[in-house]
T-cell receptor, first 115, second 116 residues
């Protein structure tokens, strides 16, 4: 069965510093990987996805993520954090091995960017 | 606004009552998903439709839950005989499937259910 782990419940970073939100996954086949962000009282917003190709994926709002097959990781990164990046971030995976499986989400990591 | 919409945004009900939620997906999207999210957890898959066909249901979807997408457009999720454990945020998402192309899902704002 597919699964996602986000080992940090909370990440604090100073504005202007680089940020990393960690995600590891487990699948039987090859993964499709996604990052979503959730702001208060709003739905999840898509940030980026890895399907195939380059391991470094660039997405919305200056975010990027690096797919590492050997470490089964897909960490979200941003070179310079903004206070407006403060939100709840979810990593999700879909296993290609089992056909059209649904997305499985991690528990989320709350990012707090301090001015 | 051409995003996914959900109604109502909030629902408070007493245990044992029935509730129904509605989701209107992005108009050209042929796939529609329902998820449930509780505090401190990520969304958990409940069920999904391709056009009007319900293709998969999670084990989380007990027989008190039923979902429909009668004309392949909007969808409803009904919970019968609600229990306090049903209190959660119910999220709807939609996507467009064409061939083997993997498209992201677009989420609505959710319906927050509180069962007293």
């Amino acid at each position: 069965a597919q699964s996602v782990a986000q080992p940090e419940d909370q990440v604090n970073v100073a504005e202007g510093n680089p940020l990393t939100v960690k995600c590891t996954y487990s699948v039987s086949g090859n993964p499709y990987l996604f990052w979503y962000v959730q702001y208060p009282n709003r739905g999840l917003q898509f940030l980026l996805k890895y399907i195939t190709g380059d391991n470094l994926v660039k997405g919305s709002y200056g975010f990027e993520a690096e797919f590492n097959k050997s470490q089964t990781s897909f960490h979200l990164k941003k070179p310079s954090a903004l206070v407006s990046d403060s939100a709840l971030y979810f990593c999700a995976v879909r296993d290609t091995h089992s056909g059209n499986t649904p997305l499985v989400f991690g528990k989320g990591t709350r990012l707090s960017v301090i001015a | 606004d051409t995003g996914v919409s959900q109604n109502p945004r909030h629902k408070i009900t007493k245990r044992g009552q029935n509730v129904t939620f509605r989701c209107d997906p992005i108009s050209e999207h042929n796939r529609l998903y329902w998820y449930r999210q509780t505090l401190g957890q990520g969304p958990e898959f409940l069920t999904y439709f391709q056009n009007e066909a319900q293709l998969e249901k999670s084990r989380l979807l007990s027989d008190r839950f039923s979902a429909e997408r009668p004309k392949g457009s909007f969808s409803t999720l009904e919970i019968q005989r609600t229990e306090q454990g049903d209190s959660a945020m119910y999220l709807c998402a939609s996507s467009f499937l064409r061939g083997g192309d993997v498209r992201e899902q677009f989420f609505g704002p959710g319906t927050r259910l509180t069962v007293l």
